[in-house]
């Protein structure tokens, strides 16, 4: 009787859940995922699969070939953390404070370590299958770090595939369609130039912060609840402030 991929996946459940534990409670920063990194590239190792480390600084890619075929594809999951202080009292916790895994970026890269595991055991493909272990997700440029080291130059791909948890979400299911599935982030500057003072004479400030607060705000407040596949537009217009305080 020809075994499922999902009846074969659960005999690696007790040790996929022992490498998750194991990342959730060593979170590193963007950039700063040396020791997830490495445990990373033992596994591959382990299973036989090509590994290169230091892709994008602290990324990994891991390679594995079968058969004749000349397509490739990758599959790709981010290892970083948040600088967040986790409170949950569980016995795999953080043992790094003011760091968490809190996005489930640990389950992301068991998740790809699982599928490497299957795939390297099984073979059950003709071609190439790069796994690439993404840092810095969150908001670092590590997906830039990576491509400015040659990533698809070295590791060319014909379809990439990624995926994120949903919490919420039935266990079994999947949300999946064309187009964007979720927002990407971007990051911008804003430069104020002028004459600050105490508040005991105002008066004499030449700029107010409040103002591009205010506009902060509005501009969050305004994408809140847009589709991804939908554009939306926050401008930056010059902003100035009265030379005096009005009531």
Same mark, same amino acid.
């Given at each position: ?121 099984? *073979? ?6 790069? !796994? #690439?272990?993404? =840092?810095?997700?969150?908001?670092? $440029? +590590? %997906? ?21 948890? *949903? ?6 299911? !999947? #949300?999946?369609? =064309?187009?964007?599935?979720?927002? $990407? +982030? %971007? ?61």
């Amino acid at each position: 009787m020809t075994q499922s991929a999902l009846d074969r996946a659960r005999l690696y459940q007790d040790e996929l859940s022992a490498i998750r534990r194991d990342i959730h409670a060593h979170p590193e920063l963007g950039l700063e995922e040396y020791r997830t990194a490495d445990l990373v590239a033992q596994k591959l190792e382990a299973w036989g699969i090509e590994v290169h480390r230091g892709v994008g600084k602290t990324g990994v890619v891991g390679v594995l070939r079968n058969g004749n075929g000349e397509d490739a594809v990758g599959l790709r999951a981010d290892m970083d953390a948040l600088p967040i202080l986790e409170a949950t009292g569980l016995p795999h916790a953080s043992q790094n404070p003011g760091r968490m895994h809190a996005c489930g970026h640990d389950g992301h890269t068991t998740m790809l370590l699982g599928a490497a595991k299957y795939l390297a055991e099984t *073979r059950n493909f003709n071609g190439t299958v790069n !796994f #690439i272990f993404q =840092p810095a997700e969150e908001g670092v $440029g +590590g %997906a830039l770090e990576m491509l400015k080291d040659g990533l698809f130059e070295r590791f060319p791909c014909n379809h990439v595939f990624g995926m994120h948890n *949903r919490p919420g979400l039935a266990v079994g299911k !999947f #949300i999946t369609g =064309p187009g964007a599935r979720a927002a $990407g +982030g %971007a990051f911008f500057d804003i430069v104020i130039t002028g004459k600050g003072a105490t508040a005991r004479i105002r008066t004499k400030a030449s700029i107010r912060l409040s103002s591009p607060a205010t506009w902060a705000r509005r501009c969050n407040r305004s994408c809140r609840g847009t589709s991804p596949r939908r554009t939306r537009r926050c401008s930056a217009s010059p902003v100035s402030s009265p030379a005096t305080p009005t009531t």
